[in-house]
């Protein structure tokens, strides 16, 4: 079953706006970790932020932060003034807990295409 | 400099020709792990290692193997490939304590013929 669900295939923004990506997560446990990651199209997976399942503030790191919302287990991604270069696609990404047997895994979504414009 | 590297980068073979994708870490890290990209379905985890000879199945391990004989390395074999393989992998590690943190290789794109 799909353990991460990112319901935007794609989408635009214009340079300087504000965009939220939207990701929601499927777990039965109670501790467990959330991540983005940004895929430019050179390839590479670039590691942007991390929430705990525990952790009582949202997470920001610069201009991303993450609207975290546990009993709808939701775990956007908000990029603030966008600039051209954060056109990428981006992944929403979760670790299970240590008594689960998922420990080891990150499990993705099938990621978001952003494109910002000028 | 720190980093994980992947060899090679492009691959095109043949159905039913053995094949090792290389992956080496310099950073001693104990978590290592393989993942292939398709289309529409993002990342999915094909085997991971927590420490040496320790390795367990992802989520699609079927016509895949591993080996962890030494921290540094985690070579992703495909025995027999078949074109349904044909996909983009990446290595991962994480450093100890701190698996929530993956840095990721460069990515290795596969085409089987």
């Known amino acids: 079953a799909q353990k991460i669900t990112q319901t935007q295939p794609g989408m635009f923004v214009q340079e300087k706006e504000a965009v939220t990506l939207d990701c929601t997560y499927d777990?039965?446990?109670?501790?467990?970790?959330l991540f983005w990651y940004k895929q430019p199209s050179s390839g590479e997976m670039i590691f942007l932020i991390y929430?705990?399942?525990?952790?009582?503030q949202n997470a920001t790191e610069g201009r991303y932060s993450l609207n975290f919302q546990k009993a709808r287990k939701s775990a956007n991604l908000v990029i603030s003034a966008s600039q051209l270069g954060d056109s990428a696609m981006y992944f929403c990404?979760?670790?299970?807990?240590?008594?689960?047997?998922?420990?080891?895994?990150?499990?993705f979504g099938a990621g978001t295409q952003v494109v910002v414009t000028p | 400099e720190a980093q994980v590297t992947q060899n090679p980068r492009y691959l095109i073979t043949v159905t039913g020709k053995k094949l090792t994708v290389t992956c080496s870490q310099n950073?001693?890290?104990?978590?290592m792990s393989w993942y292939r990209q398709d289309p529409g379905l993002g990342l999915r985890q094909i085997y991971y290692?927590?420490?040496?000879?320790?390795?367990d199945k992802g989520d699609v391990p079927e016509g895949y193997k591993v080996s962890r004989k030494e921290k540094r390395n985690f070579p992703l074999i495909l025995e027999s490939p078949s074109p349904n393989q044909t996909s983009l992998y990446f290595c991962?590690?994480?450093?100890?304590?701190?698996?929530?943190?993956?840095?990721f290789g460069a990515g290795t794109r596969l085409s089987v013929l």
């Open positions: 950073m001693n890290h104990e978590y």
């Open positions: 777990t039965s446990d109670q501790s467990y970790g």
């Open positions: 929430q705990g399942s525990y952790d009582e």
């Open positions: 290692s927590m420490n040496v000879e320790v390795t």
């Open positions: 990404a979760m670790r299970e807990g240590r008594k689960t047997d998922s420990w080891g895994k990150l499990q």
């Open positions: 991962a590690s994480s450093p100890p304590g701190m698996v929530n943190i993956q840095y």
